[in-house]
């Protein structure tokens, strides 16, 4: 026997009852934003690796650690696509959707990929759902992205998470506050990796989560309380806006995100039940992305919620996801001639809009009715010669075993009033 082939390190396939999960945290996650007039963006999957190392950032892990970066076979340097706004950012500049009506308030679902060293709710290809509003700096809009994907994590039922919200300042305050962090990190006792990493990016050393490097925070200058009047203002007006949508939220002064681009507004959705992998979603406003990419001088916002730890956030808080129930009503033909009778029903009560299945195989009463409990299906149907001849058949609900008699013709109203019924 050949050996079998095995999936690769850290990526993970949603089958059977997993699956039918995934899809339900998907949509539910996409629903807010369909109904927030966002419209849908498919993006490729990978793109030239310069697009992350300019818009991400070169000091962050995602770029210079985690990203799956091959030569084509013309020699070009491309990338599997380790988050979206890079992407999204691209597209808009290249096919000037930022001439047009603004803001430019786009979504997109998908695998993304990252060579991270896979554990519980940390996955090489991670699944994320997200959106970008570019083009309009309006507060109003900041508050929009945070309460659809607030509404998101309310609409799969979570109850257990949390808001965490801060503002990183922008490019008129944020070098005052990084000069005096990076003073303050000076007269700390580093190790030489940490003091580079402080030289780079000091902000990132905030979220250093080794004891000995914490111990030594505690009174590190925060960015809250060095924003410019216009920042303070920005974010005064954000918390007025979610307010009036209705979202709650922590502040964190010392969250620091993965990303390079961000300015102001950022935030992260929080599991506390899932262990070292909490964060299930986050964002924020990326305002000199743009132009860094080459386009205009236009700022956005906007957020990727990871659908592979909301699951596990629904599955931990015990939720109820998705219908495991493969079919309305599942069709069991005894003999040649019922087997062409069922073929035709099943087709015309799809017609219709039921979700009819039928036991393929020849495998009899026994083994059929197996296969119907196993698809949990609401309702099943047996034809055999009798019904052949009477063109009468019987349903039956197999949730209480309750039976009703009925033509051929009628058989997808009475399916549906027996459903519905309960
Ligand atoms: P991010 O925080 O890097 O942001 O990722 C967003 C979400 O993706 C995380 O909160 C997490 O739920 C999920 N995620 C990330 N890495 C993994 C992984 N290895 N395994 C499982 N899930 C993961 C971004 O990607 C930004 N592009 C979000 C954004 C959009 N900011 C502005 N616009």
Request: net charge negative; with cysteine.
């Amino acid at each position: 026997m050949s050996e079998i082939i095995r999936a690769p390190k850290g990526v993970p396939d949603y089958a059977q009852n997993d699956g039918i999960e995934f899809l339900a945290i998907r949509d539910s996650l996409s629903e807010p934003i369909m109904l927030a007039g966002y419209q849908y963006i498919e993006l490729p999957i990978y793109e030239d690796t310069n697009l992350y190392v300019r818009g991400v950032g070169e000091s962050t892990d995602v770029v210079s650690k985690e990203m799956f970066t091959f030569s084509d076979r013309g020699d070009r340097s491309i990338t599997l696509r380790p988050e979206g706004t890079a992407g999204v950012m691209r597209a808009v500049i290249e096919h000037g959707l930022d001439r047009g009506q603004l803001p430019v308030k786009l979504w997109y679902a998908g695998p993304f990929f990252r060579a991270e060293r896979p554990q519980a709710g940390r996955y090489r290809q991670l699944q994320q759902i997200g959106i970008e509003a570019i083009g309009v700096d309006d507060p109003a809009l900041d508050a929009e992205v945070i309460a659809i994907a607030y509404k998101g994590f309310k609409n799969v039922g979570l109850k257990n998470f949390t808001l965490k919200l801060t503002s990183l300042g922008c490019a008129k305050c944020r070098p005052a506050y990084r000069k005096l962090l990076q003073e303050f990190l000076a007269k700390l006792n580093l190790d030489e990796a940490t003091r580079a990493r402080a030289s780079i990016n000091p902000l990132r050393v905030l979220d250093d989560k080794r004891q000995e490097v914490q111990s030594q925070l505690a009174d590190a200058p925060l960015q809250v309380n060095y924003l410019c009047e216009e920042c303070i203002s920005h974010y005064n007006q954000i918390r007025d806006y979610l307010r009036l949508f209705g979202v709650q939220w922590e502040e964190a002064p010392r969250m620091v995100r993965g990303l390079d681009y961000y300015t102001r507004t950022t935030f992260e959705f929080d599991h506390p039940q899932l262990g070292a992998q909490s964060g299930i979603g986050g964002g924020g406003r990326y305002d000199g992305l743009m132009s860094e990419l080459g386009g205009q001088n236009l700022g956005g916002i906007g957020f990727g919620l990871g659908v592979d730890r909301t699951l596990l956030a629904a599955r931990a808080e015990g939720l109820a996801i998705g219908d495991k129930s493969i079919a309305d009503i599942y069709l069991i033909p005894l003999g040649d001639a019922a087997k062409n009778q069922v073929i035709e029903l099943i087709s015309q009560l799809r017609t219709n809009g039921l979700r009819a299945d039928m036991a393929f195989g020849d495998r009899g009463l026994k083994g059929s009715m197996k296969s119907a409990d196993k698809l949990a299906a609401k309702c099943v149907v047996v034809i055999g010669d009798g019904e052949l001849d009477s063109k009468i058949v019987n349903i039956k609900r197999m949730a209480d075993g309750k039976t009703v008699e009925s033509s051929f013709e009628e058989l997808d109203s009475n399916i549906k009033k027996l459903i519905e019924e309960k």
